[in-house]
């Protein structure tokens, strides 16, 4: 097999450190990795493969000569916007977690377990994008399902946790336990629950709402599917949360959609309530795979079903989702 060139964009980041832990336990066919991120971090040195790695800086001239097959990126929409065409152009596949790229038309929004058929279409602009984490778990558990019963109404109730908003997120939580102001969140996260994750939109939507709207519409490649969300910020350092209540369009019984959730890739079914076991962040924290329970038909409509979603938003939710996306890529050029 060949041995790829690999670079990280964003190594410094919290995405990007995970990034290279999952690189590190996956172990991808690369003869060499490449790290970069911004001026102010470029020049210190990371411990990644074994040996201590100095990070380079993001400049438009970076990737000039270094011959690298596939770049992920985590390093702010901005970034992305003005360097993933530059770095595409030099001959790498960029695989952008922002949300710049993901309603492109001509870039594909990949969860590898539900549309890896969609790789090949980064072609157009040598680009990949990597959906919102909260989109992300939800879609692993709604593809087999739109697959066998077809899906009328999807409604979302999300409960996020704080490292979904990066460091400062995460550093809100942390302080605000020892009883601090916060400086990421417009109010305090500590013991409180926050109706909003990113700017509101003039439907009253917020930005965070929205994506999760348009992205399970293209994941799905069902672009008329009636679907809404909420989505809340809570108090909880890694982990998101999902309510999902999903109007199917034909017949079912609630123990064929168990097995069927079973025997899916990337999922794992906690659900027996009667011994209180379902999906918690606890259990989901540092691992890879999508949680699911609570499984019940909703009686309030025809064919309608209620569960609760659990995943790592860091690890699937971002570096995983972007580092098996790289792999399927090696695997269809290797096929």
Same mark, same amino acid.
């Given at each position: 097999?060949?041995?790829?060139?690999?670079? #990280?964009?964003?190594?410094?980041?919290?995405?990007?450190?995970?990034? &290279?832990?999952?690189?590190?336990?996956?172990?991808?066919?690369?003869?060499?990795? =490449?790290?970069?991120?911004?001026?102010?971090?470029?020049?210190?040195?990371?411990?990644?493969?074994?040996?201590?790695?100095?990070?380079?800086?993001?400049?438009?001239?970076?990737?000039?000569?270094?011959?690298?097959?596939?770049?992920?990126?985590?390093?702010?929409?901005?970034?992305?916007?003005? =360097?993933?065409?530059? @770095?595409?152009?030099?001959?790498?596949? #960029?695989?952008?977690?922002?949300?710049?790229?993901?309603?492109?038309?001509?870039?594909?929004? #990949?969860? *590898?377990? @539900?549309?890896?058929?969609?790789?090949?279409?980064?072609?157009?602009?040598?680009?990949?994008?990597?959906?919102?984490?909260?989109?992300? +778990?939800?879609?692993?558990? !709604?593809?087999? &399902?739109?697959?066998?019963?077809? &899906?009328?109404?999807?409604?979302?109730?999300?409960?996020?946790?704080?490292?979904?908003?990066?460091?400062?997120?995460?550093?809100?939580?942390?302080?605000?336990?020892?009883?601090?102001? *916060?400086?990421?969140?417009?109010?305090?996260?500590? /013991?409180?629950?926050?109706?909003?994750?990113?700017? =509101?939109?003039?439907?009253?939507?917020?930005?965070?709402?929205?994506?999760?709207?348009?992205?399970?519409?293209?994941?799905?490649?069902?672009?008329?599917?009636?679907?809404?969300?909420?989505?809340?910020?809570?108090?909880? =350092?890694?982990?998101?949360?999902?309510? %999902?209540?999903?109007?199917?369009?034909?017949?079912?019984?609630?123990?064929?959609?168990?097995? !069927?959730?079973?025997?899916?890739? /990337?999922?794992? @079914? +906690?659900?027996?309530?009667?011994? /209180?076991?379902? *999906?918690?962040?606890?259990?989901?924290?540092?691992?890879?795979?999508?949680?699911?329970?609570? !499984?019940?038909?909703?009686?309030?409509?025809?064919?309608?079903?209620?569960?609760?979603? #659990?995943?790592?938003? %860091?690890?699937? /939710?971002?570096?995983?989702?972007?580092?098996? %996306?790289?792999?399927? !890529?090696?695997?269809?050029?290797?096929?």
């Amino acid at each position: 097999m060949k041995q790829y060139k690999i670079a #990280v964009v964003g190594a410094t980041g919290m995405v990007g450190r995970m990034f &290279l832990r999952v690189l590190e336990e996956r172990k991808l066919p690369a003869s060499e990795y =490449f790290l970069f991120a911004s001026a102010r971090s470029a020049g210190t040195t990371v411990d990644f493969m074994g040996k201590k790695h100095t990070v380079r800086e993001l400049t438009e001239d970076a990737f000039k000569d270094l011959g690298v097959d596939i770049a992920l990126f985590s390093a702010g929409g901005g970034t992305s916007k003005i =360097f993933a065409p530059i @770095v595409a152009a030099s001959g790498a596949v #960029v695989i952008d977690n922002s949300s710049t790229w993901r309603m492109d038309p001509d870039v594909p929004l #990949v969860v *590898p377990e @539900v549309n890896a058929h969609a790789i090949p279409e980064y072609k157009k602009k040598g680009i990949i994008a990597n959906p919102n984490c909260s989109t992300i +778990q939800a879609m692993v558990a !709604l593809k087999p &399902l739109a697959v066998k019963y077809g &899906l009328k109404r999807v409604v979302y109730s999300t409960y996020q946790a704080v490292s979904g908003a990066g460091m400062g997120g995460y550093s809100d939580l942390e302080n605000g336990l020892k009883g601090e102001a *916060p400086k990421k969140f417009p109010y305090p996260i500590a /013991g409180n629950v926050l109706p909003q994750i990113d700017v =509101f939109l003039d439907t009253g939507y917020t930005k965070e709402e929205q994506k999760m709207i348009d992205e399970s519409r293209k994941i799905l490649e069902l672009p008329n599917l009636r679907v809404t969300a909420t989505t809340v910020r809570v108090p909880v =350092f890694h982990g998101h949360s999902e309510s %999902i209540n999903v109007e199917l369009e034909q017949p079912f019984e609630v123990a064929d959609i168990r097995k !069927l959730w079973e025997g899916t890739e /990337g999922l794992i @079914v +906690q659900d027996d309530p009667e011994k /209180g076991i379902y *999906p918690m962040p606890i259990y989901a924290a540092d691992t890879d795979p999508v949680y699911v329970g609570r !499984l019940r038909r909703d009686f309030s409509v025809e064919n309608g079903i209620n569960f609760w979603c #659990v995943a790592d938003n %860091i690890r699937k /939710g971002a570096a995983t989702n972007a580092v098996q %996306i790289a792999q399927e !890529l090696i695997r269809q050029w290797e096929a």
